[in-house]
């Protein structure tokens, strides 16, 4: 019976070691600034101004895009924003689309300025 147990367990722990592997799915912090640039490029429009990792409370803003939008996050123009997302590695992109996908988990501020 143990055997048999330990079998199952294996196998199961298996199923979930390949379905996470291509995923890559995290947890991290990001930072929104308070107003949104013109992009130029292959998109234009507006595009967000952020800071992710090692950015975080520095003066180095990266643009992002709206069609790469925050899923679930309603933008509002004049706040700061510290936000919790769940970023997913996407696994055959469009080739004019993000290769990560965003969706927020919660707005840890909201801050006037």
Aim: charged residues 25%.
């Amino acid at each position: 019976m143990d055997m048999i147990q330990n079998g199952i367990m294996g196998m199961v722990f298996l199923l979930f070691s390949c379905s996470l592997s291509g995923d890559a799915l995290k947890v991290e912090d990001m930072m929104v600034n308070s107003y949104t640039v013109e992009c130029v490029g292959e998109m234009e429009g507006n595009c967000l101004l952020v800071q992710e990792g090692d950015q975080i409370g520095t003066d180095d803003w990266s643009l992002f895009y709206y069609e790469d939008s925050i899923s679930g996050f309603d933008y509002e123009p004049g706040y700061i924003y510290h936000l919790k997302v769940h970023k997913k590695k996407v696994k055959n992109p469009p080739a004019d689309g993000s290769s990560i996908t965003y969706r927020l988990v919660k707005i840890i501020s909201k801050a006037k300025v």
